[in-house]
């Protein structure tokens, strides 16, 4: 758990730094045609774990590598060991500098869903979408001048969970308050009644999707 914008702000500068090294790599071939932030949701997961293993070696850190771009990618991933190892190492060179000295949310923070078919998958991806603009627009930490676009992805998906539960605006507020207190403990300041408008916001769009059974 994070205890001061200091380490939330160091452990920023840690995933960019890892972002650079994965951008170079390009495991994928995408970022010559994709955003820059493509392999964001990879970072981030190989940011987590390392701050939450900070002795973790070379090769327990290529096979975890390994896991996150396969887990993401499947079969499309194919990459060799001994390059997965020298970025692994590049990634351990770059954490000695940092004191991330706490703990994050796993890094397969977004679930496996079984769709029945292409529109309900199309209309949960879009879902997804919309929470995650809100929720970047509201902010709470102050943090998407400087952090990814996905860096409260943990929290929404969080959130899209709980939606599931045919729950209250006033419930929502409330759950979206617990979620954002045990990722960022006392970071996590806001204004009165901002939860319940995040909450009616997020209802808002999910109840435009009422009845498509996700």
Known sequence: MLSSKGKLIELIEFGNEIKEIINLWDPMGLTDFCPEDEYETEVKGIRNLVVNNRNIDKKSLAQEIKNIFEYYFSNEYNSKQEIEEHIASK??????????????PNYYDTKKIIFKNQKEAD??????IKINKIINLWDPLKIMDISFHNEYSYEINRIIEELSKNISAQDLAEKINKIFKSSYNELYEIEKNEEIKIARKILKVYNIEEGRGI
Do not use: A, G, P, V
Not at 91 to 104: A, R
Not at 123 to 128: E, F, G, K, R, T
């Open 91 to 104: 990634i351990i060179e770059k954490s000695k500098k940092y004191k991330l000295n706490f703990t994050l």
């Open 123 to 128: 209309i949960y991806i879009n879902l997804c």
